[in-house]
């Protein structure tokens, strides 16, 4: 399996609900991270977790909240959102740099429209 | 702190036409890692190249090709020949070493990117 997988794939929310993204990788990569992606824009890092610790968090808002239950998944969760946040969020796994193969696998992202 | 260029915002060429889209990058570090990603409209990254910073040579995949000059600092693609299926954005993308959590986990900062129209 040479896939990250995100659910769901589109997102209506209102400001006032809470909501959680989804992804999922099974090539036993050690590093997740979460990039959001606006509209015309390149993907902006928001978290890296390593061996499932958040090691970079890219002085994102409290209202988005990422957690990683364990080496293959790794959730953001939603909340008060305005907006502004309406974008593309976008997962990634990694390898550990030190292999050979070393290379991010994109998921095909989460639409998110915040109304 | 790391950046990568792309000055071409956009470039329209018409189908069989060989294109060019630059990517010059900056950063202190002598380890890094270079990328090249497609991003058709359905919003996926699509990974077509890696490349570290000891490797010079250039590489050839089918119509792709790719020129990295560590003097210049810059990693250009080619496609030659284009197809229509070619449009799309392209990112050119840094990582760098050490990541700062350690474990060789580190994010990819990417360039503007280039959106590429190849007209029937």
């Known amino acids: 399996d040479t896939e990250v997988t995100q659910t769901p794939k589109h997102l209506v929310m209102g400001m006032t609900n809470k909501k959680s993204l989804k992804c999922e990788q099974h090539?036993?990569?050690?590093?997740m991270y979460w990039y959001k992606q606006k509209a015309k824009k390149p993907p902006e890092l928001m978290f890296v977790?390593?061996?499932?610790?958040?090691?970079i968090n890219e002085s994102v808002p409290s209202r988005f909240s990422p957690e990683c239950p364990n080496s293959s998944l790794l959730n953001l969760h939603l909340h008060a959102l305005q907006p502004e946040d309406s974008a593309l969020y976008l997962c990634?796994?990694?390898?550990?740099?030190?292999?050979?193969?070393?290379?991010?696998?994109f998921g095909s992202g989460t639409r998110l429209t915040v109304v | 702190a790391q950046k990568v260029t792309q000055a071409q915002t956009e470039i329209s060429v018409v189908e069989k036409e060989d294109v060019t889209l630059d990517c010059v990058y900056e950063?202190?570090?002598?380890?890094?890692?270079l990328f090249w990603y497609k991003q058709p409209p359905s919003g996926e990254l699509v990974f077509l190249i890696r490349?570290?910073?000891?490797?010079?040579q250039n590489e050839i995949s089918g119509r792709y090709s790719w020129n990295f000059q560590k003097s210049t600092s810059s990693f250009n693609f080619t496609i030659t020949a284009s197809q229509v299926v070619d449009s799309a954005v392209y990112f050119c993308?840094?990582?760098?070493?050490?990541?700062?959590?350690?474990?060789?986990?580190?994010?990819?900062?990417f360039g503007k990117g280039t959106h590429l129209i190849i007209q029937p």
């Open positions: 990634a796994s990694s390898q550990d740099r030190n292999r050979g193969t070393y290379g991010y696998t």
């Open positions: 090539m036993g990569h050690r590093a």
């Open positions: 977790y390593s061996y499932e610790k958040l090691s």
């Open positions: 950063t202190r570090d002598t380890t890094y890692y």
């Open positions: 490349r570290n910073s000891f490797d010079e």
């Open positions: 993308a840094l990582s760098e070493a050490p990541g700062k959590s350690g474990g060789g986990a580190d994010g990819l900062t």
